[in-house]
């Protein structure tokens, strides 16, 4: 013991490889503080390779003073490791059999450099120092008596906290002996499996409980052990049923005992324990006339007391024979059986016995609604005791819809009288009487309630047959509609509803079947469908089902959610001119698909145009859509009036729809022909009397500003001054034809009076000038001399010369024109027409105007007008063949235009108004025509305003050829920014004529030009910085 108290070191050479330094230390655990465990200088081996001063210069401390200097302290100059504590080998490494403390220590020296790092490494070597212990010193285990042999009881092992092997528990052991078990420690590899083994029966009435003690051995060399106390109790199987002293008891009992008398007090024993070994007593319910036993007596489950519970004069049965149990209240339980025989001594006369039993099949007792009359549903037991005629019993049945029938022998049977219906009554007191013969007779009777069961004989049914409902159209998924609600006079499953839809009805409508809520399953569009009918179905759960209908009208009530829609996407109206203010000129017409104020439409101008004047836009639309004039409407003025209208619903949100309105003024034969020659100052020409037949003497020129047809065809004719035949005229060219040779000695003038009217039959409009045609007589030649003649041949050289130079001009300019005229042509079908209108107020006749201050390189005509319309001046240049505005002229003359910027940027000039235009003349170079022999046939084109080079000499009918022209406008580079006067320059004049005429082209064209369906003059703008909304000028 000494020894092992004492320090035991094993102090290993340092090993020293790879210039690592290790010295290996043993140490048993639990040596008190300051223990000695080795000198790590000595061990280290370091004093091999230095000198003996420099090995006792080193100095020892800890590398990582953290880690081991609680169990551990180095002295600093000597080396030696002392334990600086306690060291418990099973608290530093657990259960491992190897435990090994490892740290480093550093030695270095405070007179050179020298330093090393040196690894200890610490065994701690385990003592046995613990005690073998159970988790529980005592432990209590139990055991049926009833276990067969072989059973076990497992027991929880000792603990050894010593972690060495040879200290660890080697074995176990029973110390106690004469126990009916055996003890056995199996070892594993994790420790020992303790169990106690049943070798002999046990039964619990014998020896209800065992003390065992069982130890553990350590294996150290002082052994330690510890110790278990078992005790096994051994608990109770319910293994013995309650005894009776006996098994039948006699017993005699008065009929005339009072309720409560005590018949007998029965008394059983159990051996078993606790509720094995309690007893209750009860009669069998497995005996005869358990029922009658129960009436009369009953018995006391704890005390085993029987009594009387009902007096015995009514009961005719002389001996009852009472099976009495006795159980205990173990599981399962033990039962035991005593007969208790009680015989009954008469002591008197009795009234009749009534019993009623019910028949019914069922579990609760009750009879079908649906039972059939004559069905048996009860069956009566009567008995009398008495004898002789005390004991004849005759019984009735106090109940309408039931009656007695006998059965020999057997009592009675009760059937049904009538049909039963639990609807109105849902069950029948039955009372049946029943009295003796005797004297005086005795009678008893029994009344029982007969219930009744249902049937499913009644659908269910709706509270309303037709329920009204209605939802928004665009509702919402889930959205409910209504709920319906249907009862059922049945019971129980058969009055169970569920709803239902028929499936037709599924697609748009879903049905809660508890609550009979219908939600709905699709957006509605009324516009679509309104109103439609469904059926709901109520289904009860009976068997067989029946089934109730109701039906649901479903309103789908309008949303403000479609727009006005328009009859037709454009509206076109017709009006004539000059018919006044208040004139209808239409109506609007849209609809919506809405209903009630979500339908209502009120028409309205689009507010671009709302707020426009009349002057601009001469209409007035009421809310009715009824479009009407504000003022006169002059087609020469304005032909085409475009706008945007709205129509607007009254629904909320209100909903708008937006479209065009064209009004096209209609033409009134309001304007006569404007004759433009001849003119007052220019009405005479000449002709020679020697001139062919069919020579084209002069044209009369003229137009019309009404629309193109009838009212702007022309007709011209001569009125007078032709009485002698000697001209004609052409009808719809104005082309005047010498007719026939006509001798004159001197210059004849004939005063013609000329006729120019449209071709408007019922409302003509004429129009008439003067025209004086000369003819003359040749210039005769005076006789010259030698001289005289041979200058004259010169001049008659030039002259045809000069003419064939000007002839080949002339042709040429001819071939050019006519070639340019086929390519305008060709391509008139790709231009954008111009339109341009035209209007000027009625001339009656030919008046003179001033023209002594008109610039000499133009001509002006002017006519004063009350309307003070603007005044048009035109130039016709030969060589380019334009046409330009010279401006406006004259005071209180006024130009009226407007112009709609379209979404395309279209500019539409829709009106520009020339009224009261003055007679035209032509260029200087025309003037000649005012001389007196301007109208001389001669090779020269002067004089008649051109040549008609188509005209036949035999006047053909290609005289009559009607001739249509156009103009196409285009701006004048040079202006640049707008302007209010009028800016278009240079208007090309396009013949536009049939192909086959050889009429050379006129400076002045027989009529403005039009289009056949509109004579609003449009522009479309690029949007250029540069083009801006400009006023054409007009010929």
Known sequence: MAVLISVCLFLMVANVASGEIIVTMKLWEEE??????????????LQENMTQEAFQSLRYSFLDQTRMDDLFRVDNAAGELFTNAVIDREKQCGFNQDCVLQFDIAAHSSINSKFEIISVRVTLLDINDHTPTFPSSDVNKSLSESAVIGSTIQLDEALDLDSSAQNGIKNYA?????????????????????QLKLNSAINRE??????????????????????????????????????????????????????????????????????????????NPRQSYLSEINECFEIDETTGKIILKNRLTRNIRKIYNITVDASDLGQPPKVSQCIVRVTIIDVGNNQPSVRITLLSTGNTGAVSESSSVGTVIAHVTVEDTDSGSNGIVTCKVVSDEFQLQTVLNKGYIVVINRSLDREISDKYNLTVECSDQGTPPLSSSSTIVIPISDENDNAPEFYKTLYQASIRENNAFGDGVTQVLAKDDDLDKNAEIRYLLPPASK?????????????????????????????????????PTMTGTATIQLTVVDENDNKPTFSVPMFQFFVIENMGPQMKVGSLSASDLDEGDNQKILFDYHPNFKNLPSSQLPFEILPSGIISTRRDLDREDKNKYSFDIVAVDQGTPRLTSTSRVVVYVADQNDNKPFITFPLFSNQTVSVSHQAKVGTVITRI???????????????????????????????????????RTYEVNENTPFKLRINVSDMNVSHMQSSFCDL??????????????????????????????????????????????????????????????????????????????????????????????????????????????QLSNCGQIGQGQREESSYNRQNNNDKTLNSVLLDNIGRSNYQQQHQDNMSDSSGEITTSDSGRGGSDLDLSLHMSKSDERHQTGAFKFKMNPAQGTRSYGNQYENINYINTHHLKSNIQREAIPVRPPRLPSDNELQFRSEESPSKEDCFPSYV
């Open 32 to 45: 008190p503080v300051s223990t000695f465990v080795g000198n790590i200088a000595d061990l280290s081996g």
């Open 174 to 194: 029973l110390q106690t002996t004469g126990s009916p078990f055996l003890f056995s420690a199996i070892k594993a590899s994790d420790g020992f499996s303790l």
């Open 206 to 283: 014998s020896k209800d409980h065992y003390d065992l003690k069982i130890i553990a051995v350590d294996g150290g060399t002082s052994q330690k052990t510890g110790t278990l106390n078992v005790k096994v109790e051994v608990t109770d199987e319910n293994d013995n049923a309650p005894q009776f002293d006996r098994d039948t008891f006699d017993i005699r009992l008065r009929e005339d005992k009072n309720t409560g008398f005590q018949l007998i007090q029965l008394s059983a024993t159990d051996a078993d324990i606790g509720q094995n070994g309690q007893v209750v007593y009860k009669f």
């Open 507 to 543: 697609e748009k409508l879903a049905i809660n079947e508890e609550t009979g809520v219908i939600t709905a399953n699709f957006r509605f569009d009324r516009e679509n469908v309104s109103s439609f009918f469904f059926h709901v179905l109520a289904v009860d759960k009976g068997n």
């Open 701 to 739: 020129r003229a137009y019309d500003l009404d629309e193109i047809g009838p009212n702007s065809q022309l007709r011209y004719s001569f009125s007078a001054g032709n009485e002698k035949d000697v001209f004609s005229i052409g009808e719809t060219s104005g082309n005047i034809y010498l007719k």
């Open 772 to 881: 004086t045609i000369v003819l003359a007589l040749p210039t005769p030649s005076p006789l010259s001399s030698e001289d005289g003649g041979t200058k004259n041949i010169i001049i008659t050289i030039a002259v045809v010369v000069l003419t064939i130079i000007l002839s080949a001009v002339i042709i040429t300019v001819i071939i050019i024109l006519r070639r340019n005229d086929q390519k305008l042509l060709q391509s008139k079908r790709s231009d954008d027409l111009v339109k341009t209108m035209y209007s000027a107020a009625s001339i009656e006749g030919c008046s003179s105007p001033n023209l002594d201050k008109i610039p000499s390189d133009m001509v002006t005509s002017i006519v004063d007008s009350p309307r003070k319309k603007k005044g048009v001046s035109f130039t016709f240049d030969v060589e380019s063949l």
